[in-house]
C-alpha cells in the first residue's frame, strides 16, 4: 500500500462520516472505497485489509490513524457481522 493509498482511504473514510452525520448518501464514497481497496497490493497490512473486506470503516480509520486497533466494548454488535 503506498501512502497516497493510505490517505485516501483515510480523506474517503472522512468524507463518508461526514456525509452519514449530514444524513447525505455515501453511495459514492462506498464506491471508491471498493475501488481502492481492489487496487491494494500483498504489502497492504492484513488487518486493515480485513477492516475494508468487511466494511469496519471506523476500525479502519482508526487504523489508519494509530497503526493498531482497539476493541471498544460499546460497540454494536452488528460490527461483528459480515455485511
Known amino acids: 500500500m503506498t501512502?497516497?493509498?493510505?490517505?485516501?482511504?483515510?480523506s474517503t473514510l472522512i468524507e463518508?462520516?461526514?456525509a452519514i452525520e449530514k444524513k447525505e448518501n455515501?453511495?459514492?464514497?462506498?464506491?471508491?472505497l471498493d475501488d481502492i481497496q481492489r487496487s491494494?497490493?500483498?504489502?497492504t497490512p492484513?488487518?486493515?485489509r480485513h477492516f475494508l473486506e468487511r466494511r469496519s470503516y471506523t476500525k479502519a480509520l482508526e487504523y489508519l490513524d494509530t497503526g493498531t486497533f482497539?476493541?471498544?466494548p460499546n460497540r454494536p454488535?452488528?460490527?461483528?457481522?459480515?455485511?
Request: hydrophobic share 35%; glycine share 0%.
Open 26 to 32: 455515501i453511495a459514492e464514497h462506498l464506491l471508491k
Open 3 to 10: 501512502v497516497s493509498q493510505a490517505a485516501e482511504i483515510r
Open 40 to 43: 491494494l497490493d500483498r504489502d
Open 16 to 18: 463518508m462520516f461526514e
Open 46 to 48: 492484513a488487518q486493515l
Open 70 to 72: 482497539t476493541d471498544d
Open 77 to 83: 454488535d452488528c460490527d461483528d457481522h459480515p455485511h
